[in-house]
């Protein structure tokens, strides 16, 4: 995620046209604050939820919304989503490029027994519980009409207490609602992955990649090799996926990115590994030490990196040093 994360300004409207259609009055100036192009600030994005729910006095406001969601509203990642061949392929392109539509949270694809879970981890905290059902709602809703109503999920967990009206829950979204679950989930059956989408278009899908790529570009900062960098040395146990996740995007992206400037993670990660571990071992850390804070299982591990590394032991460096 960006140092300033945004939102996709047809999300923005999205919420300005469900306050019109509802009668909701916002407070003076707010909208005149919204950006006429670009992107929103999440910290007005804050503002306005806490605005539009607060005027609504409506509990279930943020699956309502969220049902109320077109393609057109998430960016041309709705429009990607929808022109892909498969359920499998949607999913795979949504984990990669939610940033766009909002830097406000991530998705990720876990399973479970028998279960698929798509699950989304939000980063804010004004009108948590809104938004994220506000998202779920939409998820859900557009899985199925991109598949011509063949996708139905077993459930929708949801990680916040049970409501009191927890029938309203299931009427609206069509499917049963566990609360108090570990994550903010969309549950279905894996064989679902393979569902053909209505309006598949290989051609429109792959031009709307590219689009897609360069407007995840513009919300990375350049470097991506320095910024990888700069995260190993903070946390030298990362892998790939925790890196990715913490530049706000997916983990091919991130093999992408890293192609264009000429490496890759493993390389990146080696040199600053060895770059660590000199620096340590010259200060006079014993081997075990270093093992442990650059993650590996075991002294013997890290002495066989190093000495592939640097040519040496690591006890032989640190005594020539």
Same mark, same amino acid.
């Given at each position: 995620?960006?140092a300033d994360?945004?939102?996709t300004?047809?999300?923005?409207r999205?919420i300005?046209?469900?306050?019109e259609?509802r009668?909701i009055?916002l407070?003076?100036?707010?909208e005149g604050r919204?950006?006429?192009?670009? !992107?929103t ?8 939820w806490?605005a539009?729910?607060a005027a ?11 049902l ?6 998430l960016?041309?990642?709705g ?9 499998g ?5 949504l ?5 766009i ?7 990720h ?5 028998g279960d ?7 980063r804010?905290?004004? !009108? !948590? !519980?809104e ?10 809703n557009?899985?199925?009409w991109?598949?011509?109503n063949h996708?139905?999920a077993r459930?929708?967990?949801l ?7 927890t029938?309203r ?12 679950r570990?994550?903010?989930a969309?549950v279905?059956?894996?064989?679902l992955?393979a569902i053909?989408?209505?309006?598949a ?27 990888v960098?700069?995260?190993l040395r ?7 996926e925790?890196?990715?996740?913490a530049?706000g995007i997916g ?8 192609q264009e400037?000429?490496t890759?993670f493993?390389?990146l990660r080696?040199?600053v590994l060895q770059?660590i ?14 093992a ?12 066989k990196a ?6 040496v032991t690591?006890?032989r460096y640190?005594?020539?040093?």
């Open positions: 995620m960006t994360p945004t939102v300004l047809r999300f923005t999205a300005l046209q469900a306050a259609q009668g009055a407070p003076a100036g707010l919204c950006p006429a192009d670009g !992107r600030p999440l910290a007005l994005q804050d503002e306005l806490e539009f729910c609504a006095r409506d509990p279930l406001i943020g699956l309502k919304l969220g109320d969601l077109q393609v057109g509203h960016d041309l990642v429009m990607l989503l929808m022109s892909c061949e498969t359920q392929e949607a999913l795979d392109l984990l990669e490029y939610h940033p539509v909002g830097e406000g949270g991530d998705f694809l876990e399973h479970r027994g698929s879970l798509l699950i989304y981890e939000p804010y905290s004004v !009108r !948590r !519980r938004r994220v059902e506000a998202v779920m709602a939409c998820v859900l557009l899985t199925r991109i598949t011509g996708f139905q459930a929708v967990e990680t916040e207490t049970p409501p009191a009206d029938d829950y299931e009427a609206l979204l069509g499917t049963p609602v566990r609360f108090g570990p994550a903010n969309l279905f059956d894996p064989e992955m053909p989408l209505i309006q278009n290989a051609d429109l899908r792959d031009h709307l990649k590219t689009l897609a790529d360069q407007a995840l570009d513009a919300l990375t900062p350049s470097g991506a090799a320095g910024q960098r700069a995260l903070e946390s030298p146990h990362r892998g790939k925790q890196v990715a996740e530049l983990g091919r992206h991130l093999v992408r990115r890293l400037e000429g890759s493993k390389l080696a040199t770059q571990a000199e620096e340590q071992l010259a200060h006079g850390e014993t081997v075990a030490r270093v442990e804070r650059l993650g590996f299982s075991d002294e013997s591990a890290f002495a190093f000495k592939r590394w640097a040519g690591p006890a640190r005594d020539t040093t």
